[in-house]
């Protein structure tokens, strides 16, 4: 029996829903549990206690992550009309994420984990990138008006001296619509500090890209924040690391992605941010093999998977089925978390055991052990399509040996 890997700081661990609950469990009992003497402090975000505690376990659980600084976060169930029924919900709960991150105020960071025989469709990717979306305004925080006939739309500024500023839109002729969008300049920079910081933590160049010449003061106010938060905070220190920032034109950012091997992280607006990294997760491979991360400016971390609670597997398992759901994104969550723990920690073996466990988890699929997800895709020969639960035993294997 070999000895349990300490840790000083608990995790913060936020619980989830249907299948993905079922996954943490196992995960926690045959790859966590065994090997190391785990502290965490538990908040259940399973939609039940939500419920029970009018979600307040959620805005707990993100003062907690303040508290201690790291995170691993299970996925959740958004409620929708169907869910209000499913759990008899009193109110449709806000999404936990947007909870979490309205209050921890951060920048999501999304990378593809990369396998032998998973072969990306752009064939010269070979790096994963990484996409890192700012999650705070623009047409997600819109207000949008149908224009019914001529007229004349106009932005107008009271200021609270009740000074005005206006700016024409349009003098419509005809029916049209029209949108309102903002930023602020708070956000924007704690959005450039989360990305030069995370470019630095993992050693990665950082491309930004807008489109600044045809949005002459929205989008070039985020070129010009950028600029100056680099030159005066971080030029020296990416100097030092050996890495770059650059900016570029989003549709000359786009054709050098298709060209790249990858290797670097993709800052993007809102709107860009979502889009693109649901094509980048797509062109990968697979939405199981996508880690997720919010990292808040003040060096705040919650691990996640990118996928949700996967419901129609949880409904087989419901069944008494044994389902062939992939836990690779969840188990790189926990060993993100470990891994950052042990960096801030100064804990050397449980930064080991966070590698080990990636490590292990990667040379099962590449030996042709994976979930159905993976082997209808694979170009390995040998693929052997497994159930969850035999997936996650043969990675403790692997990493059994690999800590021996
Ligand atoms: P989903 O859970 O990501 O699943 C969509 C489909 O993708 C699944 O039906 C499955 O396809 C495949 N899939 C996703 N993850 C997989 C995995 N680990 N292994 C194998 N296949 C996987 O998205 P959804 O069905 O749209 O949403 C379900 C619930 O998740 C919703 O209540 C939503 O609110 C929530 N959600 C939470 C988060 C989060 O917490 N971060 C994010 C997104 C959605 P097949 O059925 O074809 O096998
Ligand atoms: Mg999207």
């Not at 029924?85 to 105020?105: C, F, H, Q, V």
């Not at 819109?142 to 349009?170: F, W």
């Not at 993976?374 to 996650?392: C, G, H, P, Q, R």
Request: proline share 3%; with cysteine; hydrophobic share 40%.
């Amino acid at each position: 029996m070999m000895e349990k890997i300490m840790m000083k700081t608990p995790l913060v661990e936020m619980d989830g829903d249907e299948m993905t609950r079922i996954l943490w469990k196992m995960i926690k009992d045959e790859l966590i549990l065994p090997f190391v003497d785990l502290k965490t402090e538990y908040y259940d975000l399973g939609l039940e206690y939500r419920e029970k505690t009018n979600d307040q376990v959620t805005i707990d659980s993100a003062e907690a992550t303040k508290k201690y600084g790291v995170a691993v976060k299970c996925a959740t169930i958004t409620p929708n009309a169907a869910r209000m029924t499913e759990y008899n919900l009193s109110k449709m709960w806000k999404s936990p994420n947007g909870t979490i991150r309205a209050i921890l105020d951060g920048t999501v960071f999304r990378a593809p984990i990369i396998v032998k025989g998973i072969e990306p469709m752009v064939k010269n990717w070979k790096k994963p990138i990484t996409i890192a979306r700012h999650a705070y305004g623009d047409v997600y925080k819109a207000s949008e008006m149908k224009i019914p006939g001529a007229g004349k739309v106009e932005l107008v500024y009271t200021a609270e001296d009740g000074s005005e500023q206006r700016e024409l839109v349009h003098t419509f002729q005809s029916a049209g619509v029209v949108q309102g969008q903002h930023n602020l300049e708070p956000s924007i920079e704690s959005f450039a500090r989360c990305c030069f910081n995370y470019a630095l933590d993992t050693k990665q160049d950082i491309w930004f890209a807008t489109k600044d010449t045809i949005s002459k003061k929205y989008d070039h106010t985020f070129k010009d924040i950028f600029q100056e938060i680099f030159d005066q905070e971080y030029a020296e220190r990416f100097k030092e690391a050996g890495i770059t920032y650059f900016y570029t034109l989003i549709d000359d950012a786009v054709a050098r992605v298709i060209r790249s091997e990858g290797g670097y992280i993709w800052a993007c607006k809102n709107y860009d941010g979502d889009v693109m990294s649901d094509m980048v997760a797509t062109a990968f491979g697979s939405l199981a093999m996508m880690t997720s991360v919010l990292v808040s400016p003040d060096g705040n971390y919650e691990y996640e998977a990118a996928h949700g609670t996967v419901q129609r597997h949880y409904y087989q398992y419901l069944e008494g089925k044994k389902t062939s759901t992939n836990p690779v994104a969840t188990i790189f969550a926990w060993s993100g978390a470990f891994r950052k723990r042990g960096e801030l920690d100064g804990l050397a073996d449980l930064v080991r055991y966070a590698d080990c466990l990636e490590a292990a988890t990667i040379k099962t699929i590449e030996e042709g052990t994976m979930t159905g997800d993976l082997a209808s895709i694979s170009t390995l020969e040998n693929v052997k399509k497994v159930d969850s639960e035999t997936f996650i035993a043969a990675i403790r294997e692997n990493l059994t040996e690999m800590l021996a």
